[in-house]
């Protein structure tokens, strides 16, 4: 168990360069990683289990963590992480890409909320795991890096630090950098949506609520999360509406986008409409 | 060997001595990375199918609108039962040395009524899901039972993996495959037809990539092969053919016994010991003498003790440090600055001066 699981981990700490496969993940790069979540953790290891769901037709692993510290959203002090896969008694299931989390263990882990249910999803699968060890010399708290992430050493340490490990304390500082930059919409951005809710703000005026329909990856620095809410205000003009959108939501974090679009009179809830950002 | 700083507490060596090399007369080398499931580490079993014969189905709730089989236009179902097939098809026909693998064959299977995937039913179901994370193309979940005994059955309304159709299966090793789902992210976007724009995904290709996972093969790391587990964002990935590396995945699982495919059981073995200590999870890695490219990869075990499977040749082996600190558990990047080539595509053959980074992830157990 031990070897497998430290293996495992150091699965999660090994990433690779871009190209062009058959996959089945996204390399997601560490600002993503950091967008996509809602919330970012520094949490111990002190449980897990194994079990089928409720309608008997999957297994799933749940992995209870005591919260040390957040770096991003709003967490209690113990969270939950469930994964597919585990097993129980004599029947298996193996979901390629999964995190292994060694028992007592501390990881920062980059959590993104449930499609059902309570307990948070790694963001990437595995990718949304690092490790923290204590170094044996110095005893300093230390991240695990992903091999290709040398760019993300240089950036968190200096260009030529040779470690394969940064400091938490320096780990923690450069997530905080990408928080605090907050998220920018590039020019041309395309946005595929669904048209949620309407609030009406008087006559022929509309508050308009859509969701965007797919994971949008704009560039190595942005993603744009599938059911990111997206806000625009309608005005009735003539026999159309003349949208207006002017906020995104990453995850909590909120952008300024500059688009237009045009819709027949209505109801707009339900209607898809791509977005294009100025 | 190699050059500027030395941040390790021990430095890589290279293996060079009779002892550590398999001298045999083969000269054909291939890059062999590619992985089998494992139940657990202490029993080594390999996971795969009692019976080849494996049947599957298209979730009848397709087609998904984020499935495209020309620009704008939403693929069909049968675009997409075709482009499905076609990926089985890949595994089905895989071949080494003009031999087949030995009996996998697929069959589609046609439901009326929609299927819950992922589910330990025995049917093995393709579809879309909105409920994978982010930064997820598609997943298969695979389902085995277990057993202390071989052979064994499995499916029956009382056994530890009943079957929705109630039919009993006979596995005739301690570990069978009962059953795999395939469920592609429907918040991704995929295409069937060539010259895809960028940000849709071939999904014959990532079909091709998932069925390796459903006969049984986990990722690989080589750069090249189907079975490699990371994509790019910038640019739609098509590699519907099996590599080298895949082929003898399926044949190592399925193999035909003409098919010469025992020579895997070549390896070369040894133990790695710093100041007369086992040391463990050193990264041991088999280069190709004449070319410098890299063959395979290992890792120490607490013992200090390596395997390294190849195909029968000569080898030169390196020993490199995992960690910089022996309990830190990181590669650091400096170690693999004269070692990484090879291994991509697109890398460096393992000559001096060697400058580029690698992408390997190894073979792990």
Redesign the interface.
Known sequence: ?K??A??????I????????????????SFS?LTQ?SSDIVRAQVVGQTSRWNQ?H???VTVTTCEVKQTLKGHVPSSIEVEQ??G?V?????????SASFLPESEYVLFL?PP??GSAF?????A??AY?V?Q???THEA?V??P??Q?RL?NAMMGAGN????VPLLGFHKYVATIVDAGIHIPHGLVLPVVIVSTESRGTGRLHVNART???I?PN?NL?I??GTIVEGDADRVGGQWEIHWDEVNVRGVYAEISASSQEPAGSLPGRSVVLNAR | MRSGRTTSAFPPWVLGGASLLVLCSAAVLWAVSFQMFQVDSSNVEKVLWGSPNITWTLNPELPNDNAFSAQGTVAARDDLASAVSAAFDAWQSATYKNLQVDGLLFTETSSDSQLAAPAADCTNVVGFTGALATGTIAQTVVTYVASDSAPFQYGAAASALPCASGVVHTCPYRVCIADADIEFNSAAQFATYADAPMGQYDLQSIATHEIGHLIGLDHSGIAHSVMYPYGDLTEAGVQRTLSVDDEIGALVLYPNAASGITALASEITGTVTVGGSAAFAVHLVALDPASGNVVTDTLSEPSGTYHLRVFEGTYNVLALPLAPDLNSGAYTIDNFNLFACGYSTSSSACVLPLNAFTNYTGQFY
């Open positions: 168990m070897i497998e430290w293996i495992l981990t150091l699965w700490a090994i990433a690779v360069t871009p190209s062009i496969r058959a996959t089945t993940l996204i390399s997601m993503q996509a309608d037709t999957q297994i597919p896969g097993r008694g004599n029947v298996g299931m193996l979901v390629p890409g993104e499609a059902e999803r790694l963001v990437g699968m990718q949304g490790r060890y170094d044996a010399l230390r695990i890096l091999l290709n040398w050493r040779p470690a394969g490990t329909t797919s994971d990856f190595a993603v999360p599938v």
